[in-house]
């Protein structure tokens, strides 16, 4: 293996920080004023607002810092029972679900048999659905069975929630579910 003069200097700068950062905590010197001074100038100036991690049933707390309205950092709350200040995986990369930037921000339809994707605003999008789930419901609703148990059920429609959805999305879901008749339901609220 080849190993060119820029690599061999950066070896020797990371060797070289190493030694001295180890000597540093080797002499007795804390470096827990820095750690904590950097902390700081991450989060200075931001508004704490606690919240909950939305991926699953634990409901571990976290603290959402915001500078002007825009998230800067989220990270769980040391004052949390459940989670005493640490988070899973998926709840410490919380902070992508807000600015990644490959997140769908418009909706996109393809009608069937189109080949092509449309953007469609919101309020059209959302009177679409209504409207779908509207007609299969009214296409398929069971109020009894042949023997006469009252059912009130459609089995035309199955509901998907996900753990992307916080608990209390996922409790109104099963709500509105379950008035619609709606059998087969599927989300994090059923744990």
Do not use: Y
């Not at 003069?5 to 070896?11: A, F, I, S, V, Y």
């Not at 010197?29 to 750690?35: I, K, N, Q, R, S």
Request: one cysteine or more.
């Amino acid at each position: 293996m080849e190993i060119s003069r820029r690599d061999l200097l950066r070896l020797s700068a990371a060797g070289g920080a190493g030694t001295a950062l180890g000597g540093l905590i080797a002499s007795g010197v804390d470096l827990a004023p820095a750690v904590a001074q950097a902390q700081q100038l991450r989060i200075k100036d931001a508004k704490v607002t606690p919240s909950v991690c939305p991926f699953c049933s634990v409901g571990c707390a976290t603290l959402v810092h915001t500078v002007d309205g825009q998230i800067v950092n989220i990270e769980g709350d040391p004052r949390s029972p459940h989670n005493e200040g640490s988070l899973c995986p998926k709840g410490a990369a919380t902070f992508q679900l807000h600015i990644n930037p490959n997140r769908p921000v418009k909706v996109l339809h393809r009608a069937p048999g189109a080949h092509d994707w449309e953007e469609w605003d919101l309020d059209r999008a959302m009177d679409r659905v209504a409207e779908l789930v509207k007609k299969t419901r009214d296409d398929t609703f069971v109020e009894r069975l042949a023997n006469g148990k009252l059912v009130n059920a459609t089995t035309a429609i199955f509901s998907l929630g996900g753990a992307t959805l916080d608990i209390e999305w996922n409790h109104i879901q099963q709500k509105l579910m379950r008035g619609l008749g709606i059998v087969a339901i599927e989300n994090q609220a059923r744990i």
